[in-house]
């Protein structure tokens, strides 16, 4: 099977956590887009989507669901969202598609983040995929000798502006074994805006799809 379809089949998957008249958080990605097709074909009363990115308003709306305003909803019920990597207890590597920050707020803004993904995905320790983090352009060296000294190899993502104006570096060789700590550290450093590590606020629920079928994670 391929990864595509293991990525349809978990995004079909998450349609049993919506319910009608909720508001969704959508993030970014050809997972998320799988998600919006099922979405649109369900046929669900749903009473807006917040999104993550420009990407996934323009899918939205060319399916007719109304984009919302993140300042005008209140929390959010459901964000439902992929990522490049996870581990067993649900954190996160994410900004592969540089939707980062906007996609780090709605799931801080969210009760319930449901994630969707395929089985390449899950992994026993964080940082096999760069860690991405965006930063202020004229930040990038300052932020990149900082992560040196925290054990990485930052690459600048050359011709990669993210929908906020801001610029990623992808940090290759790290083994995240305390994710928590080093979002934190990586959060003190002056011109990031967002690392993609989602520790503190991990996913709720995981859904990986396989060979098999789907399986539900919870942390
Ligand atoms: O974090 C993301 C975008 O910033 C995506 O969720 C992540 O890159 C996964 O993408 P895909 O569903 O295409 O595999």
Known sequence: MTADRKKQQAAQAALAHVREDQIIGIGTGSTV???????????????????????TTAR???????????????????????????????????????????????AAASHRFVCIVDDSKLVEVLGRFPLPVEVI?????????ALRRLGGHPVYRE???????????????????DPISLEQAINQIVGVVTVG????????????????GVVSMTA
């Open 159 to 177: 011709s990669t502006l993210t929908d906020n104006g801001n610029q990623i570096l992808d940090v290759h060789g790290l083994s995240i074994l």
């Open 137 to 145: 352009p004229m930040a990038r060296a300052h932020v990149a000798r």
């Open 197 to 212: 590590l989602f520790a503190s606020r991990p996913a709720d629920v995981l859904i990986v799809g396989g060979e098999t």
């Open 33 to 55: 887009n799988h998600f919006i097709e099922a979405l649109a074909a369900q046929k669900l009363r749903i009473r807006g989507a917040v999104s993550s990115s420009e990407a």
């Open 60 to 106: 939205l709306k060319t399916h007719g669901i109304e984009v919302l305003d993140l300042n005008s909803t209140g929390e959010l019920d459901i964000y439902v969202d992929g990522a490049d990597e996870s581990d067993r207890q649900l954190r996160l590597i994410k900004g592969g598609g540089a939707a980062l920050t906007r996609e780090k707020i709605i």
